[in-house]
Every structure is written in structure tokens, then in C-alpha cells.
């Protein structure tokens, strides 16, 4: 099969389009005839060598962590899917992942893909979608009134996490770029701050009950924008190279955010997604042969939006 691999640490230059044997299911595993891969920051950084420490792969290795896809073949011990069943799901960082056109999955983290929606666009969901969802809901405990600022909105969390908060019921208040806001504002976002000519501390004039900051901001920063929470707030991260400011006079608690995949959750919203509750944006869909430009244009700061990548044979 063709996959993309990198066989050492580096640039965007080190990752090969290339022959790869076909893998081999084993137990409580499938096969996927991969539909579409997608490209999540985290893979920059695997890729890169910055996260060998909490997600050490062997190489030569293979990216992709979300995907969309037809079982192909079962290992031994698995009956929650069939042959033929079209699933997505979110796979372990440290396995060989999707950027192929055949990927192995633990039976266990599949969920039925909508039938709204393209499967390959599909791929363009699940980490992302598992982000906001856990964010909001999990860690924030985000419920119905509740006022929530969204900084960095005009990502692909962002886009999810304003969806779902508006439809939670909250008073959704978002920053996002020019180049994002009508996104921001279509996806449900009652305020949009455009935080490249305004100060969002001025913008926000009413204390919010949650922080959800998903942008690589300065520490500082985030102190600055977690002032902005009120009595018994939260301030929710995304960033992992910044840490959460609590507040403990004023019963601000602190939570950092660490994606697991969860296929209940994921089917919660593939379920919502047919019903129209949720939007699916993809930005671009590119041949899985061009996934290196896709990581040299994250690396340059010129991608804006959720790539899909689809392998020549999908």
C-alpha cells in the first residue's frame, strides 16, 4: 500500500510517500480501507521530535491520527463492527497512524460514521470534536445560561466548541480573526471579538463562567483574559505549553485539557451531525502524496482550516 511515513525526527522534509507492507489486524483490532486521514497540529509535533516525551512512536512512523474509513478485516475478538461497517475514529498517538491507504484500529474506538455528510469529510471530526466536547462539558461542566468566552474561536476546536456551547444553551462570546469571523459568527457565536484591533478584556464587559482558551497565547495573557472570570468560573486550556491560571480567592478552579478518545462521545456526535445539529467544516482536501506540504504550510502559519487528506485509493 502507499502510505506517508518519516524514518527520523525533523522538518516537513523528512516525511516519505512511499510503499508500505499492508498491516495485519490482530486481536481486538480491525483493518480500515482509510477513506480520508486529517491533519491535527499534534502531528507537527510528533513529527517534529517536541513530543517524544509523552508520545514516543517508533520509526519509521506513520501520522494521522484522526480518520474516517470501511473495515476491511477483523482480528480475533472483535464483534462490535462488521466487514464493510463505515466508521471513523480517533487513534492511540503513539501507533502508525491513517496517512495511508490501509490503517489498523482497536476495535474499541470505532464509531459509526454519519451518513449526512461525505466519509471522507468525516475524518475531519473526531479529535477536534472530542476536544470541545470535553472541554465544555467534562472539564468546564459548561450548562444552559451560562456566559463562555471562546479565545482562538476561528480554529478547527473553536468551530465545534461554539456550535455546541450555543446549543448547550450558553451566551456564546468568541475571538476570532477577520479572516474567521463570519465562520465564528454562522457556527452560533453571539458576540465575536476581532482581537486583532481590540482589547478583548474592554470587549468583555459582564464576568463569563468559562474560559475556554484553545490559542498558543504568553502565559501572561491568559492570566490577563482569566480575570475575566467570574466567582466559581473556570478557566479551560487547550495549550499544553501554558499552564491554566486558577484563582482560589475567588473560587476560579483550573483545568488543562488532554483529548482521550471516547467512542460513545463520538458517536454522540456523528448522531448529532445527521441530525443537523452539527457542522462538519472542511477547509481543503488534499492527495494523501501532498500531505508534507500540508505539515510545511502548518509549520509557516499559512493553514487556515481542517485538511482532510484522501489516499489515491478512496
Known amino acids: 500500500m502507499k502510505a506517508v511515513r518519516f524514518h527520523e525526527y525533523g522538518d516537513p522534509s523528512v516525511l516519505r510517500y512511499e510503499d508500505v507492507e499492508q498491516p495485519v489486524p490482530g486481536p481486538g483490532e480491525v483493518r480500515l480501507r482509510v477513506a480520508a486521514s486529517a491533519f491535527n497540529p499534534v502531528d507537527d509535533g510528533i513529527r517534529g521530535g517536541y513530543l517524544q516525551g509523552p508520545f514516543p512512536v517508533t520509526l519509521p512512523h506513520i501520522p494521522g491520527i484522526d480518520f474516517a474509513g470501511t473495515v476491511d478485516a477483523l482480528g480475533d475478538h472483535v464483534d462490535n463492527v462488521a466487514v464493510g461497517d463505515e466508521v471513523i475514529g480517533f487513534l492511540p498517538m503513539v501507533v502508525d497512524g491513517a496517512a495511508a491507504e490501509y490503517a489498523i484500529a482497536p476495535a474499541e474506538i470505532l464509531a459509526p460514521a454519519p451518513t449526512s455528510i461525505p466519509l471522507q469529510d468525516a475524518a475531519a471530526l473526531p479529535m477536534v470534536g472530542l476536544t470541545a466536547w470535553q472541554a465544555l462539558f467534562d472539564d468546564a461542566g459548561l450548562t444552559a445560561g451560562q456566559r463562555v468566552l471562546?479565545?482562538?474561536?476561528?480554529?478547527?476546536?473553536?468551530?465545534?466548541?461554539?456550535?455546541?456551547?450555543?446549543?448547550?444553551?450558553?451566551?456564546?462570546?468568541?475571538?476570532?480573526?477577520?479572516?474567521?469571523?463570519?465562520?465564528?459568527r454562522s457556527a452560533g457565536a453571539d458576540e465575536v471579538i476581532d482581537h486583532t484591533t481590540n482589547s478583548?478584556?474592554?470587549?468583555?464587559?459582564?464576568?463569563?463562567?468559562?474560559?475556554?482558551?484553545l490559542a498558543p497565547i504568553a502565559p501572561e495573557e491568559l492570566v490577563v483574559l482569566g480575570a475575566l472570570v467570574g466567582h466559581a468560573g473556570v478557566v479551560v486550556n487547550t495549550v499544553p505549553t501554558i499552564p491554566a491560571p486558577a484563582d482560589e480567592k475567588r473560587g476560579v478552579r483550573a483545568v488543562?485539557?488532554?483529548?482521550?478518545?471516547?467512542?460513545?462521545?463520538?458517536?454522540?456526535?456523528?448522531?448529532?451531525?445527521?441530525?443537523?445539529?452539527?457542522?462538519?467544516?472542511?477547509?481543503?482536501?488534499?492527495?494523501?502524496?501532498?500531505?508534507?506540504?500540508?505539515?510545511?504550510?502548518?509549520?509557516?502559519?499559512?493553514?487556515?482550516?481542517?485538511?482532510?487528506?484522501?489516499?489515491?485509493?478512496?
Open 256 to 314: 488543562g485539557v488532554f483529548v482521550r478518545s471516547d467512542a460513545d462521545q463520538l458517536a454522540h456526535l456523528m448522531a448529532m451531525v445527521d441530525r443537523g445539529e452539527l457542522r462538519v467544516d472542511v477547509a481543503e482536501r488534499v492527495p494523501l502524496a501532498e500531505l508534507p506540504a500540508v505539515h510545511a504550510k502548518a509549520a509557516a502559519g499559512a493553514l487556515s482550516g481542517k485538511v482532510i487528506v484522501l489516499p489515491a485509493s478512496a
Open 200 to 213: 478583548v478584556t474592554d470587549a468583555v464587559t459582564e464576568p463569563v463562567d468559562v474560559l475556554l482558551n
Open 150 to 184: 471562546i479565545n482562538g474561536a476561528g480554529g478547527a476546536v473553536g468551530g465545534y466548541a461554539v456550535q455546541l456551547a450555543k446549543r448547550a444553551g450558553a451566551h456564546v462570546i468568541a475571538t476570532a480573526s477577520p479572516r474567521s469571523r463570519e465562520r465564528v
